[in-house]
């Protein structure tokens, strides 16, 4: 008889930040999978546990093994950061069932994404329309992630970019403020957070015309203001648009 296979979204990895849903899966499971860095943030909970951690890049490998295990009956916790459902595992697992026809009981358990949690320290970025990108060319060929960046930046979207940087990866974010200054102003605001709300968290408010592409590495979430976004107080607003409806003036 199958058991039943978790996906869990642990957040930005801080405790107060990871759902109750989240740590009581992981506290039913019989064995918990994951990227090793990820276990690390929910080590207290897996005593007594099974564990099998590896490395970057090993994603089909711990989505085989995971579904492997629950099809033998297991209680399985595949844990990845932020949400399971945004560039992480739950779309490996479910691909990986319909490839092959596996029928198995599996609940996604949401997260903070890192979107949201950079957001939250920023002020009010995705205070309106937004879209999402990586700028991992890993699994997207450039090409692509070029074609949506323009389509995001001239249609005025607010902009959150994933993965901007990394030691292999180092001018791809140049690239796309190159791109979106097209459309934009030098003066749009633009944020950066590393480590959101994890030991080291750095935040910094920026424009695009000012940002320092250097400072951004695979830990850090980029976000880019639209036409309407501003900076008070250091922080990013991006307005709804109450202003068109309602006065905000006492």
Known sequence: MAG??????????????ITPR??????RSDVVVGYRSYLKQV???????????????????RARRAVALALQGRRVALVSSGDPGVYAMASVVFEYLAENR??????????ITSALAAAALLGSPLGNDFAVI????????????????EHAASADFVIVLYNPRSSKRSWQLDRARELVLGYRSRATP?????NAYREGCEVEVTTLGEMDTSRADMLTTVIVGCSRSFI???????????????????
């Not at 296979?5 to 930005?12: D, S």
């Not at 596996?102 to 997260?111: K, N, R, S, T």
């Open 43 to 61: 080590e207290d909970l897996l005593s007594g546990k099974q564990v099998l951690a590896s490395g970057m890049r090993r994603e089909v490998e």
């Open 4 to 17: 039943k296979l978790y996906l869990v979204g642990i957040g930005p990895g801080s405790r107060e930040h």
């Open 232 to 250: 008070y107080a250091g922080r990013i607003i991006t307005p709804r648009g109450y202003k068109n409806r309602y006065s905000l003036r006492d």
């Open 134 to 149: 990586s700028l991992s060319d890993l699994l997207v060929p450039w090409s692509e992630i070029e074609r949506r960046l």
């Open 190 to 194: 633009v944020g950066l957070v590393r």
């Open 22 to 27: 989240a740590v009581e899966a992981i506290e």
């Open 102 to 111: 596996i029928e198995l009981e599996v609940e996604v358990i949401p997260g």
